[in-house]
């Protein structure tokens, strides 16, 4: 069975332009976590999607990031415009539809360079 | 402000050394898990405590969550390079969110 996957692994953006993450969950894993960890600091949680609903995106830092979840299937992340302070790892996760508590599996992360 | 604190940040030692990381929250968590992750990779869960008080075994690996369920240790007897890695701990709240502690990166010298 298929992990989580995500894409790209790896992207170099200049300040100002726009980078769109990619993540594909485990089949059949409602829901869905995006989660980032800076350069220095702790991971944070970002948002988190059941289904294609956000059910809690209190963790997004500013309006110049953009979550979607088409189809409750794939998410993507979108950052626009990016600014330096967004560098760091991009992680996704899937869990499978049932209480908080089961078990989270995290794709590999996306790592981001705004310079 | 940084609601899990973990320590050390950094341990290196040698093969056979006994070891112990801590996470302390002033926060009551409904479990606590503990993650490793290695470079290029996610992190993998290893465990998760839910009752306070409880103790967990996998391996040469111990997991403690404290009795108020607001801390946890996790013990490695007699380390192995094998063991090297990032291992980090995540208090879980009733909303899925998973808050992290800043991570111990272990290094275990033959």
């Known amino acids: ?58 963790g997004m830092p500013n309006n110049r990031f953009l979550a979607e979840r088409t189809g409750g299937t794939y998410s993507t992340l979108k950052v ?8 760091g790892v991009y992680f996704c996760a899937s869990s499978p539809p049932g209480r908080a508590g089961n078990t989270i599996y995290f794709g590999e992360g996306s790592w981001l360079t705004v310079v | 402000t940084q609601l899990l604190e973990q320590s050390p940040q950094f341990l290196s030692i040698q093969e056979g050394e006994n070891l112990t990381v801590y996470c302390n929250s002033s926060s009551v968590f409904s479990s606590l898990q503990w993650y490793r992750q290695e470079p290029g990779e996610g992190p993998v869960l290893l465990v998760t405590v839910v009752t306070g008080g409880e103790v967990k075994k996998l391996k040469r690996l111990t997991f403690q969550f404290g009795d108020a369920r607001k801390d946890s240790s996790l013990h490695i007897t007699a380390a192995q390079p094998g063991d090297t890695g ?22 275990i010298k033959p």
């Open chain 2, 86 to 107: 990032l291992y980090l701990c995540a208090g879980a709240r009733s909303n899925y969110q998973l808050i992290w502690g800043a991570g111990t990166k272990l290094i």
């Open chain 1, 80 to 87: 626009q415009p990016a600014e330096l302070e967004d560098s």
């Open chain 1, 1 to 58: 069975e298929a992990g989580v996957t995500q894409f790209p692994s790896h992207s170099v953006i200049e300040k100002g332009q726009t980078v769109t993450l990619r993540c594909d969950p485990i089949s059949g894993h409602d829901n869905l976590y995006w989660y980032r960890r800076v350069m220095g600091k702790e991971i944070k949680f970002l948002l988190h999607f059941v289904k294609e609903s956000k059910q809690d995106e209190s």
